[in-house]
Each structure stands twice: as structure tokens, then as C-alpha cells.
């Protein structure tokens, strides 16, 4: 049962424009929301993060959106850059969980310039 | 940050040998460590949290006498795969963090790559 969800496999985005990224989640006790990035041979590292009681968190070119209702969250990169291509991968957390995280399987974003 | 490392980055092992990972944090104490580990194209699946000085807490299906996981230290996990099989082959990943909190950034090392022949 996967309670963290990426739909999309991968994204293609052109250099400079916007990259999107989709993650939802169906445990309404998760309270605390990450975004990490991974590149290849390398662990993951932390991005950003938004705790529910906030529905933006903005850090840069990153900013991360989140609909509590629709259980959805979002990760934009603005503008894309080559450099940004890697996976990136959601994760959800709640106080019930202590610390533990809950991943999605990742989204490859690939940034052509 | 944070610096997390692995070691070995890859490992082949026969089957039914055993093969210890190590991950430890080079900067920071971690009072907690993670091990996960990764199928190709799924998410990372937590196996076990593990606090220093108090043994692991496993999740539902990992098995804890096929998974052994020592943290002796504020810096060093181990995590041991006993009588390794085909199936045991992943991607095994660490994190630690400095503190028990849910909202407390988790630091990843790069990640183990085992191949059981």
C-alpha cells in the first residue's frame, strides 16, 4: 500500500522554463512534507520541506505547495537548470511516525538546455 | 551539511556468506540511524530505525535475525546481511539524524550497492 505516490516517472523540462514536480499522499496523519534530490551514485539530499500548517515554502528557485485537502503537494523549480537534472524523490512524515519517512518512488527530471 | 558515508560503496558476495555495511556520520552525532533499502525504479523502503545504545526497531516483514543492525556508537551504524541471497541484492542506504524529532532533516550517505551471486 503506497501512501506516498509520484506518478509520474520522469520529466523533461527545457532550460530556464518551469520543472513541476507532483507528489500525493493518502495517510491524512502525515504532517510533515520533504523534498530530496538524488543524483546518481549518491544519497539523497535534503531539498526543502513544509510542515502542514503552512501551504507554501519558498527557499530560492524552490518552492513547495501544498493542498491539504487534495492531499497534494508540489515541487517547482524556477528557472530550471541543467544542474538540476537528478530524481527527486517526496517524502512524508508525522508525529505518530516519530521521525521515520515515507518515500515515493522518485521523479526523473531531466533539464535540456 | 551534513556528511554521511558508506562503506563499501559495492559489494559482490556469494550466497550465503555475510557482508557488513558501515554508515557513519563524520560531522555530527547521530542519536538516530536509518537503513533503507531500494529496489530499481521503486522509493526507498525504511527497514529499521535504530537509536544509539538501544537495538533496532525493524519494520513490519525485515527481517531483524537476517538484518542485523548495531549502533554502538553516536557515529557508526552497522548493518549486517547474514547468509546473503540472490533476493538480498539492493541498493542499502543510511541516513542519521541528530535528533528524534519528525521534523529533523535527515542526512543520507551515498548508498551500498550489493550483488549476491
Known amino acids: 500500500d503506497q501512501q506516498v505516490k509520484q506518478n509520474s516517472p520522469s520529466l523533461s523540462v527545457q532550460e530556464g522554463r518551469i520543472s513541476i514536480l507532483n507528489c500525493d499522499y493518502t495517510n491524512s496523519m502525515f504532517d510533515y512534507f520533504l523534498w530530496y534530490k538524488k543524483y546518481p551514485a549518491e544519497g539523497p539530499t535534503f531539498l526543502i520541506s513544509?510542515?502542514?500548517?503552512?501551504d507554501k515554502n519558498e527557499d530560492g528557485r524552490f518552492t513547495v505547495f501544498l493542498n491539504k485537502s487534495a492531499k497534494h503537494l508540489s515541487l517547482h523549480i524556477v528557472p530550471s537548470q541543467p544542474g538540476d537534472s537528478a530524481v527527486y524523490f517526496c517524502?512524508?512524515?508525522?508525529?505518530?511516525?516519530?521521525?521515520?519517512?515515507?518515500f515515493g518512488a522518485g521523479t526523473i527530471l531531466r533539464v535540456k538546455s | 551539511g551534513a556528511v554521511v558515508s558508506q562503506h563499501p560503496s559495492r559489494v559482490i558476495c556469494k550466497s550465503g556468506t555475510s557482508v557488513k555495511i558501515e554508515c557513519r556520520s563524520l560531522?555530527?552525532?547521530?542519536?538516530?540511524m536509518f537503513w533503507y533499502r531500494q529496489f530499481p525504479k521503486q522509493s526507498l523502503m525504511l527497514m529499521a530505525t535504530?537509536?544509539?545504545?538501544?537495538?533496532?526497531?525493524?519494520e513490519q516483514g525485515v527481517e531483524k535475525d537476517k538484518f542485523l543492525i548495531n549502533h554502538a556508537s553516536l557515529t557508526l551504524s552497522t548493518l549486517t546481511v547474514t547468509s546473503a541471497h540472490p533476493e538480498d541484492s539492493s541498493f542499502y542506504i543510511c541516513?542519521?539524524?541528530?535528533?528524534?524529532?519528525?521534523?529533523?532533516?535527515?542526512?543520507f550517505g551515498p548508498g551500498t550497492r550489493l550483488t549476491v551471486l
Open positions: 560531522d555530527f552525532q547521530a542519536t538516530t
Open positions: 513544509i510542515s502542514s500548517i503552512k
Open positions: 541516513s542519521a539524524s541528530a535528533h528524534r524529532a519528525s521534523t529533523d532533516t535527515q542526512y
Open positions: 517524502a512524508a512524515s508525522g508525529t505518530e511516525y516519530g521521525n521515520k519517512l515515507v
Open positions: 535504530s537509536n544509539e545504545g538501544s537495538k533496532a526497531t525493524y
